[in-house]
């Protein structure tokens, strides 16, 4: 199996940014989609981005499109996500997840196959 490891995770004013990273360990990491998502109180777990891993692309949710970017870096086993412009809506708890190759959905949270612990990112107004 995939172990992963969140950390990055702070308060932080509007606007502000933070780097969030994932280190994982195990067998054939390169081969999994990895993919972050976020849950506020009260709401559903909601997907933020993936990235395959083989062509080094990356898919983002709507509201983070053009602030988040989701990057990789195999030598160190680690996914980054890179969030600028932060807004309040932003607050959550952010986990990284790793999905087997073709999954059923890499932009739901059923699609993916082990879970990190989670980061709590706070953005106050």
């Known amino acids: 199996q995939v172990q992963l490891v969140e950390s990055g995770g702070d308060l932080v004013q509007t606007g502000g940014s933070l780097r969030l990273s994932c280190a994982a360990s195990g067998r054939t990491f390169s081969t999994y989609v990895m993919g972050w998502f976020r849950q506020a109180p009260g709401k559903e777990r909601e997907f933020v981005a993936c990235l395959f891993q083989n062509g080094g692309i990356p898919s983002y949710a709507d509201s983070v499109k053009g602030r988040f970017t989701i990057s990789g870096d195999n030598a160190k086993n680690t996914v980054y996500l890179q969030m600028n412009s932060l807004k309040p809506e932003d607050t959550a708890v952010y986990y990284c997840?790793?999905?087997?190759?073709?999954?059923?959905?890499?932009?739901?949270?059923?699609?993916?196959?082990?879970w990190g612990q989670g980061t709590q990112v706070t953005v106050s107004s």
């Open positions: 997840a790793a999905a087997r190759p073709y999954s059923a959905s890499y932009y739901s949270r059923f699609g993916y196959d082990f």
